[in-house]
């Protein structure tokens, strides 16, 4: 039943490896702490999954974060399993989650990202094609607002520059369009005729966009060597430098420049505007820097004329 499971997630909820990777890794994590059994009609109680939760924390040492993912997990197969008839209720439901402490998303300033656009800028026409790569990299993830997996799959026909878009396949197989801005109009064009110079599929639509200088499609440790590199000297960045910090980085610029949580979540490509909402605890955080740093009244501890 397990292995089904796992087959419906890929097959039919086109989840991607990774998140099937690690359904499949706490899946058996748990069938480890019943010895080995997978009779889950009679393992999946209430009291079995509180026994494993204490097991997490207490004997794994893992984070409250982590410890509501293994119960997320859990959760889902016994959805499934009853609809297959096995299970008449969900035990998860009634097992309280750990309290997760808040995680705002780290982002970089914007005159971080200025500095490092204007320190790489130099003349177009020149530079390497690992230069070129690179800047576009960075470029896409900060201009777009990609994951990392969206920004390897993309082929040269998903860019359509005509109409100053890219088309998207996001989790679960979903499309999106995003907007591109004219100089990475420009920045793809000058990448696309340097990469031509060494592959001669280099416009075929079907071709990788983004490539190693072998003409093979980028992979994940790729991505983020590049993003580590490119942002390891640029001035104000000291939080973690990867792609997703990037992508947090313009949902938090976009937020704090007027956009709307709707259009912002279509362009994230998230399933629920709960997701896109996380952003807006960095914006009131933004707003009461400023209140307290530009009000006069904050500025003096609330003394003038009181």
Known sequence: MRNKYLSYLSDVRRYSQRTCDIYADVLQSFVDFCDGSEDFATLLNVNSIRAYEVYLFDKRKLAARTVSQHLSVLSGFCRFLMKQGVLQSNPVHLVKRPKEEKRLPLFYKDASMESYFEGTKGDPEYGTYEQKLNRLIISMLA???????????????????????????GKGDKMREIPLIPSLCEEISLYLSAASS????????????????????????YVDRVVKKELAAVPGITVRRSPHVLRHTLATELLADGADLNSIKELLGHSSLAATQVYTHNTVERLQSVYKNAHPRAKNGGKNGD
């Open 198 to 221: 060494l592959m001669e599929d280099a416009y075929s639509p079907e071709s990788p966009l983004l490539r190693t200088r072998k003409g093979a499609r980028l992979y994940p440790v």
């Open 143 to 169: 201009s777009c607002g990609l994951r990392r997996a969206e920004l390897i799959s993309l082929n040269v026909g998903s860019v359509d520059l005509s109409r100053q878009v890219i088309r998207v396949t």
